[in-house]
């Protein structure tokens, strides 16, 4: 199969970077794991509010919508349930419950997003110990509980977020902890989960879950200022189940696979493929976008995946037309990381543009 | 547990069936993960792992962790968060490494 444009990975940065593509004429093939489009979209029932964007005001879950009908109606290929094993030089590979297959693109978008964080501490691996996006997925998408009484560990947007959604669902929130002295996301989701009632315990983190086979209880601890917990400020928290808000990393495995080269920058979540403004890794034809290019938001995912599919069209095929998008939605990415928590990206992706000399 | 009223969301559950955890049958809605199937009835320990056969359950939901690998209709290291349920379907915890049984 001969096409202009892979893109790997139905989230908001894929499914951007495929609806600019189909729209610049290119034929275009998704893949992706999941039965449904959306990638984390499905689960995000909070609405955004991206400055400059196009769906501020809208919730994740119909950001989705949006995005799968005008991929149906630009007749955009799609194989879910589907998993690119491998990219090659001849080829890349494509396997599914039914078939492998091998596909010929000209170029290349890896939207393969990121996966949670762990945390170390005693039983981190008893059932019950969930990855907040999971509990999220759970609640927002199955309806289902993992349980009545939650510790949140983690301040940052997610934790938040999610911890408004489980008080929402019906599940009472004991606590979120933050090791660091103030709270991590933005202040909006903060004062929604405290009007709750939710305790934000900072300079606090957890050390261990108590249970047999499923989480019973955790014990939390105190931390002094050099991030040491204090003897004695032990506490048991009566709750089934926990949930780790603590970062995400980029999802990389299939950049370095493809030879791309892949560096760390804390800024960005770790380890992630090296990219140049335009999203191209250092494998020609080959670029990345979204929370794979640097953990971000749903809202930038969405501006990278225009921008990478802008240029990989351009580069086909010469044409005015898309190297003006590529500037102008450089542009309006700038824009949008222009606030407070853009501060971090913009230095990781100054230290990432720096950090490669080929 | 499941959610039967919420604020925003319209839970669309799909059609109704049955799928057989460690030969017991449990509830479960067409278009749901079957660990979602599981955590819904009660079952929260998936597998024990290989060496210290600790108790293991669902962790990331969205099959970039492994911690959830269960033996689905036979077949080992079958992610439960990413394989979807489906009528009839055989589903046990994994003990140690996932193995082939041959036939």
Redesign the interface.
Same mark, same amino acid.
């Given at each position: 199969m001969e096409i202009d444009l892979l893109v790997i990975g139905g989230g908001p940065a894929g499914l951007s970077a495929a609806i600019t593509a189909a729209e610049l004429a290119h034929s275009v093939l998704i893949v992706d794991?999941? #039965?449904k489009l959306g990638g984390?979209l499905i689960k995000q029932?909070h609405k955004f509010f991206g400055s400059e964007s196009n769906y501020c005001g809208i919730?994740g879950?119909d950001i989705a919508e949006i995005l799968e009908d005008k991929v149906n109606k630009l007749g955009i290929t799609k194989h879910l349930e589907s998993t690119v094993v491998g990219i090659y030089e001849d080829g890349v590979a494509i396997a599914s419950e039914q078939a492998l297959r091998v596909v010929h693109p000209k170029k290349i978008i890896i939207a393969t997003g990121a996966?949670?964080n762990m945390l170390s501490f005693v039983n981190n691996?008893? #059932?019950?110990?969930?990855?907040a996006?999971?509990?999220q997925?759970?609640?927002?998408?199955?309806?289902?509980? #993992?349980?009545?009484r939650a510790l949140m560990v983690g301040s940052g947007n997610i934790g938040l977020i999610v911890s408004y959604q489980l008080m929402?669902?019906?599940v009472e929130v004991v606590a979120i902890l933050e090791a660091l002295d103030h709270v991590g996301g933005y202040e909006v989701h903060a004062a929604k989960v405290k009007r709750l009632g939710i305790p934000i315990l900072l300079r606090h983190t957890i050390k261990s879950a108590i249970g047999?086979?499923?989480v019973e209880a955790a014990v939390i601890t105190k931390l002094d200022e050099h991030w040491q917990p204090i003897p004695g400020s032990e506490r048991e928290l009566n709750v089934d189940f926990i949930c780790l808000a603590v970062g995400l990393s980029p999802?990389y495995e299939l950049a370095a696979q493809a030879g791309a080269k892949i560096v760390y920058i804390p800024e960005l979540g770790g380890w992630l493929p090296w990219h140049k403004p335009n999203l191209e890794t250092s494998v020609s034809g080959l670029y990345v976008a979204g929370d794979a290019a640097g953990v971000e938001e749903a809202v930038s995912a969405l501006l990278e995946g225009k921008i990478a599919a802008a240029d990989a069209s351009n580069s086909i095929k010469e044409n005015k037309y898309a190297q003006k998008l590529v500037e102008t939605t450089q542009k309006e990415l700038q824009e949008f990381r222009a606030g407070k928590f853009g501060k971090k990206i913009i230095e990781g992706k100054r230290k990432l543009y720096a950090s490669l000399h080929l | 547990?499941?959610?039967t009223e =919420?604020?925003?969301?319209k839970?669309k559950?799909g059609r109704k069936v049955t799928i057989y955890f460690e030969g017991k049958p449990i509830e479960a809605y067409e278009?749901?993960?079957v660990?979602?199937a599981l955590?819904?009835a009660g079952i929260?320990?998936?597998r024990y792992?290989p060496r210290h056969k600790?108790?293991?359950?669902?962790?990331?939901?969205?099959?970039?962790?492994s911690?959830c690998l269960m033996q689905i209709d036979g077949k080992p290291n079958q992610m439960a968060?990413?394989v =979807?349920v489906r009528d009839g379907m055989r589903v046990r915890r994994q003990k140690g490494k996932g193995v082939l049984d041959g036939n």
């Open positions: 794991e999941n #039965p984390q029932t919730r879950i996966r949670e691996d008893l #059932p019950g110990v969930y990855g996006g999971a509990v997925t759970l609640v927002n998408v199955y309806g289902v509980l #993992p349980g009545k929402q669902a019906g047999n086979d499923k999802s | 547990m499941r959610i =919420h604020p925003i969301i839970f559950r278009g749901e993960s660990a979602a955590i819904a929260y320990v998936f792992s600790r108790a293991r359950g669902l962790f990331c939901a969205i099959g970039k962790c911690s968060c990413m =979807h």
